[in-house]
């Protein structure tokens, strides 16, 4: 249970190192925007000094910021997608004639936040992984990132596959 506990982590931490990634190109017209000389100016009418600083560590930060919380949903969602696979799979596999009603899905999506909960947000666990995670080499953080991908899109395909056990 504790490598999963830890791969579920480092697989968050990636997640979140995905977000970081996409939200700064998708936010380098805000930065630059930002970092002008007359933005800048009214900011610091306003008691600013350095108004891209104070929005992208509002973006960025892993203790509070919102990118975190995104990658958090997103590890939410894939679990589910993960149990809703498992579920068709065995349905399937079993014959087993259930009408695939909103209780099911709810109990799925309420199973995944739980199991988020616990693995990862639980008196901020994450954030220990995190500063565990930050202190290694780039190429093993790279190695993780790319299994963490995988990972990914392996139940993405697990989810495609199983749609043909549904009922």
Avoid: C
């Avoid at 007359?38 to 960025?60: D, M």
């Amino acid at each position: 249970m504790r490598k999963f506990v830890w791969f579920w982590n480092i697989f968050h931490y990636s997640l979140y190192r995905w977000e970081v990634y996409a939200g700064n190109i998708i936010t380098y017209p805000v930065r630059k925007i930002l970092r002008n000389e007359h933005v800048k100016k009214k900011y610091a009418e306003r008691g600013v000094e350095n108004p891209e600083k104070i929005v992208f560590s509002t973006l960025n930060d892993p203790d509070s910021g919102v990118r975190v919380f995104l990658a958090g949903a997103l590890a939410v969602v894939l679990m589910f997608l993960l149990l809703y696979s498992i579920f068709n799979i065995i349905v399937g596999l079993f014959a087993v004639r259930i009408n695939l009603e909103l209780n099911y899905l709810f109990l799925m999506l309420g199973a995944s936040i739980l199991i988020n909960y616990f693995l990862l947000f639980r008196r901020n666990k994450y954030m220990v992984y995190f500063k565990e995670f930050a202190k290694m080499q780039k190429s093993e953080k790279d190695k993780y990132g790319w299994l963490s991908f995988l990972t990914a899109l392996s139940i993405l395909v697990l989810t495609g596959f199983s749609f043909q056990f549904a009922n």
